[in-house]
């Protein structure tokens, strides 16, 4: 495949080579290909029919979904037009246009940060579009197509093709200009600081950055990077200078915390905290923090609020909340309050009983606890999205619907086929008889309010039910789970 670099950086034209005879011709582009050129992987293929005339731009996705585009023309013909408005690049507000036809057989690789827009010149013309990235229709985003400053030149354009009126969707008339866009794209590449990389959560997280074609990323395990040692942590910090620390690493043993544990969750919870917080303030970094539910005593009626006065009533719950006051040091801050969390790296309550299911016949839940799974895939995806924003603050997530632990113990058993019965029983006939000194106290009311999520753009993470069905097809393809 031949590659001819344009005048914007990074965005090139490409000739497959062609293999032919009386019959027709052959091409091909490889995966390998693709990547060589900064193009993630093909998430889609997509076609648009369109009549001469019509103009289709220029438009973009808004971070994390921000794609980039192979595109081509299979019938008729289109000339491509595309705008570089990554804020660092050298040639950001500059454009560039590109005949596509089947006949000349050129492709056009469109960088992520890019706005991307056609107009077809001939009728019937058929284009296609090859990104790696999903469409997601409320991270849509476009600059206006004849924004005077960028000063492409359609009058010529138009009359150079034969096209007297151009054809545009309502959308694309009022689109704001480049300068008054507030999206902002850049060329070099942000930095990822994320701890608790054996955890459940940074794990997932790790995997959600490289989903969304991120790869500058320091993912630390807690022999490399020990949070609870103050000079070690400002000296990687300092040298790595991430734009982002998403900070997963916690104590989560709530009963050992109780007894045994407490220092160590002071420590880890609190101190290790405080020093993740003192280096991104040093380096200018947003931090993203994960608290719990535990933070509540459990005893208001209805749905707790962001603005609840915490009242944590363990160890655990103190701790975190000392972690959130440490993390609100730092402004440009994320708080997310999480609950009852599965993700396939780590032990969860799903695996749990998935485990016990093998050898009992009955087991004994909780049924006077109530709140909402998280599973740590869609908390990912949450997280990264939150991670491009400036809606800095504090937010209660968790997957969509409450219920007691013993539903959930009762769905994941249907949901997986499993002949074991679940017996509610209250906190107190399940404890009955054991020390509660060594026992944290556990919330009756874990239910979040999540209305906030919405009120800043953000989308509401699917069922508990949804979200435990798809996490035992995951437990499935990673061969813990037989069905």
Same mark, same amino acid.
Request: contains cysteine; charged residues 30%.
């Given at each position: 495949?031949?590659?001819?670099?344009?005048?914007?950086?990074?965005?090139?034209?490409?000739?497959?080579?062609?293999?032919?005879?009386?019959?027709?011709?052959?091409?091909?582009?490889?995966?390998?290909?693709?990547?060589?050129?900064?193009?993630?992987?093909?998430?889609? @293929?997509?076609?648009?029919?369109?009549?001469?005339?019509?103009?289709?731009?220029?438009?973009?996705?808004?971070?994390?979904?921000?794609?980039?585009?192979?595109?081509?023309?299979?019938?008729?013909?289109?000339?491509?037009?595309?705008?570089?408005?990554?804020?660092?690049?050298?040639?950001?507000?500059?454009?560039?246009?590109?005949?596509?036809?089947?006949?000349?057989?050129?492709?056009?690789? @469109?960088?992520?940060?890019?706005?991307?827009?056609?107009?077809?010149?001939?009728?019937?013309?058929?284009?296609?579009?090859?990104?790696?990235?999903?469409?997601?229709?409320?991270?849509?985003?476009?600059?206006?197509?004849?924004?005077?400053?960028?000063?492409?030149?359609?009058?010529?354009?138009?009359?150079?093709?034969?096209?007297?009126?151009?054809?545009?969707?309502?959308?694309?008339?009022?689109?704001?200009?480049?300068?008054?866009?507030?999206?902002?794209?850049?060329?070099?590449?942000?930095?990822?600081?994320?701890?608790?990389?054996?955890?459940?959560?940074?794990?997932?997280?790790?995997?959600?950055?490289?989903?969304?074609?991120?790869?500058?990323?320091?993912?630390?395990?807690?022999?490399?990077?020990?949070?609870?040692?103050?000079?070690?942590?400002?000296?990687?910090?300092?040298?790595?200078?991430?734009?982002?620390?998403?900070?997963?690493?916690?104590?989560?043993?709530?009963?050992?915390?109780?007894?045994?544990?407490?220092?160590?969750?002071?420590?880890?919870?609190?101190?290790?905290?405080?020093?993740?917080?003192?280096?991104?303030?040093?380096?200018?970094?947003?931090?993203?923090?994960?608290?719990?539910?535990?933070?509540?005593?459990?005893?208001?009626?209805?749905?707790?609020?962001?603005?609840?006065?915490?009242?944590?009533?363990?160890?655990?719950?103190?701790?975190?909340?000392?972690?959130?006051?440490?993390?609100?040091?730092?402004?440009?801050?994320?708080?997310?309050?999480?609950?009852?969390?599965?993700?396939?790296?780590?032990?969860?309550?799903?695996?749990?009983?998935?485990?016990?299911?093998?050898?009992?016949?009955?087991?004994?839940?909780?049924?006077?606890?109530?709140?909402?799974?998280?599973?740590?895939?869609?908390?990912?995806?949450?997280?990264?999205?939150?991670?491009?924003?400036?809606?800095?603050?504090?937010?209660?997530?968790?997957?969509?619907?409450?219920?007691?632990?013993?539903?959930?113990?009762?769905?994941?058993?249907?949901?997986?086929?499993?002949?074991?019965?679940?017996?509610? @029983?209250?906190?107190?006939?399940?404890?009955?008889?054991?020390?509660?000194?060594?026992?944290?106290?556990?919330?009756?009311?874990?239910?979040?309010?999540?209305?906030?999520?919405?009120?800043?753009?953000?989308?509401?993470?699917?069922?508990?039910?949804?979200?435990?069905?798809?996490?035992?097809?995951?437990?499935?393809?990673?061969?813990?789970?037989?069905?």
């Amino acid at each position: 495949m031949k590659k001819i670099e344009t005048d914007l950086l990074d965005c090139y034209i490409l000739e497959p080579q062609r293999f032919g005879d009386e019959r027709g011709y052959f091409e091909s582009v490889t995966k390998e290909q693709l990547k060589e050129l900064g193009f993630n992987d093909i998430f889609q @293929v997509s076609n648009s029919k369109s009549g001469k005339g019509i103009v289709r731009g220029l438009h973009f996705q808004k971070d994390p979904y921000c794609q980039a585009k192979v595109v081509r023309c299979h019938r008729g013909a289109v000339l491509d037009v595309v705008v570089d408005i990554r804020k660092d690049s050298k040639t950001y507000g500059k454009w560039i246009s590109v005949e596509l036809t089947p006949e000349n057989g050129r492709m056009l690789y @469109v960088p992520r940060g890019f706005a991307h827009g056609f107009v077809a010149l001939k009728e019937d013309t058929l284009f296609e579009y090859y990104v790696d990235n999903k469409y997601m229709p409320r991270m849509e985003g476009g600059i206006l197509w004849n924004d005077p400053e960028l000063g492409i030149n359609w009058d010529e354009i138009f009359k150079t093709y034969g096209i007297k009126e151009p054809v545009l969707s309502g959308k694309d008339q009022v689109r704001c200009t480049l300068d008054e866009c507030d999206t902002v794209f850049y060329r070099i590449p942000r930095r990822f600081l994320v701890t608790g990389i054996t955890g459940q959560l940074g794990y997932d997280v790790v995997r959600e950055l490289h989903e969304r074609g991120e790869y500058d990323i320091y993912a630390p395990t807690s022999k490399e990077m020990d949070i609870t040692n103050r000079e070690q942590v400002m000296s990687i910090i300092k040298d790595y200078k991430p734009d982002v620390i998403i900070h997963c690493a916690a104590w989560t043993k709530v009963d050992a915390a109780q007894t045994d544990g407490r220092e160590a969750c002071e420590q880890v919870n609190v101190e290790g905290t405080k020093n993740i917080v003192d280096a991104s303030i040093e380096v200018g970094a947003k931090i993203m923090y994960m608290s719990s539910d535990y933070v509540f005593d459990g005893t208001k009626d209805g749905l707790y609020t962001e603005e609840d006065i915490p009242n944590p009533k363990n160890v655990y719950g103190e701790t975190k909340y000392k972690g959130e006051e440490e993390v609100r040091r730092n402004p440009n801050h994320f708080i997310t309050r999480i609950s009852w969390v599965f993700g396939i790296n780590g032990n969860n309550f799903i695996k749990t009983m998935l485990k016990l299911s093998d050898s009992h016949k009955e087991l004994t839940v909780v049924d006077d606890q109530v709140g909402s799974p998280t599973y740590t895939v869609d908390l990912a995806k949450l997280l990264v999205e939150m991670s491009y924003t400036d809606k800095y603050g504090t937010y209660n997530v968790n997957n969509e619907g409450y219920c007691s632990w013993a539903e959930f113990a009762k769905y994941i058993m249907e949901s997986n086929g499993k002949k074991t019965k679940i017996k509610p @029983v209250t906190t107190e006939e399940y404890y009955a008889g054991k020390d509660m000194s060594t026992i944290a106290y556990r919330p009756r009311n874990s239910k979040l309010d999540k209305t906030k999520l919405v009120e800043n753009g953000f989308e509401l993470l699917p069922s508990w039910m949804d979200a435990t069905d798809r996490y035992c097809e995951e437990l499935v393809r990673a061969r813990v789970l037989k069905k």
